[in-house]
């Protein structure tokens, strides 16, 4: 454990610099990265080096900066129980501009209220990640919206079909899954994969064997990931040759 917070500390003391950073982009990336530990660890409010927190007040109270940068600082400071911004972020719902909207429903806890609001959004791609971010911790209310979602193409199909399955809704895998896994396209790919996990043994080996000759490392890794997931659920011997293809 000491090790552990060791490391954690110096990932974020990392981060910290990304948020100094002249390019908006870099910023950004750093702040989504501390989105994400934030979100695997159990009490991030303990976890955040003092240094860290001063930099994201700075920037949440910042009225020149750029406002992508300053929504994000304001959300992780609410992710710390600062609740200050809180109006400030919920007026973000109220934007006309589709991207900072949809910028929100990502970094959001997955438990926010917000998340609930933004099913109703105008715009496809927020109502998307909104669901998807309810779907993580096993809200049903995101179900309409992804059952609608299924109707539609690439890899929006993916996404609602994996949280549905998550979420243990009984649906028909989407026809052009097999497809998505033979496309250039090496996210759909990799998204693709990650969708197999949620069906049984059965129904994902015979995908997980074509994959694991992918030419991708990231997919053939994420494979190795799911069939071992798969596998602890049931000991399927073709799930076995998938594994051991790669020791």
């Known amino acids: 454990r000491v090790l552990g917070r060791s490391r954690l500390k110096r990932e974020l003391d990392t ?3 990304s948020l100094q950073d002249a390019n908006t982009d870099v910023r950004v990336a ?17 976890s955040v080096p003092a240094l860290l ?3 994201l007040v700075e920037l949440a109270e910042s009225g ?41 429903v990502e970094v959001l806890p997955r438990r926010h209220p917000i998340l609930v609001t933004a099913l109703g959004d105008s715009a496809e791609s927020v109502r998307t ?21 299924l109707k539609g193409r690439g890899s929006q199909v993916l996404l609602a079909y994996m949280d549905l399955r998550r979420l243990g809704v009984r649906v028909e ?20 994969v990650q969708t197999l996990r949620y069906l049984s043994p059965k129904e994902a080996v015979r995908y997980l064997m074509q994959l694991a000759y992918d030419p991708a ?5 994420e494979v190795v990931r799911c069939a071992a997931e798969l596998f602890r659920r049931e000991r399927l011997p073709v799930l076995r040759l998938v594994l051991e293809r790669f020791l």
């Open 15 to 17: 981060l910290r610099l």
């Open 173 to 192: 895998e989407p026809p052009q899954l097999s497809a998505l896994l033979r496309t250039r396209d090496l996210a759909l790919r990799f998204a693709a």
């Open 53 to 55: 927190r001063q930099k």
């Open 30 to 46: 750093g702040q989504r990265a501390i989105v994400e530990i934030l979100d695997s660890i159990d009490n991030p409010q303990a």
């Open 217 to 221: 490392d990231v997919v053939r890794k």
């Open 64 to 104: 020149s900066g750029d406002v992508q940068v300053r929504l994000i600082a304001q959300v992780i400071l609410l992710r710390l129980h600062d609740q200050r911004f809180e109006p400030a972020i919920a007026q973000v719902m109220q934007s006309a501009d589709e991207k900072l909207r949809r910028l929100l």
């Open 129 to 149: 990640f909104a669901a998807h971010r309810l779907a993580e911790s096993g809200d049903k209310r995101a179900v309409p919206v992804l059952q609608a979602l």
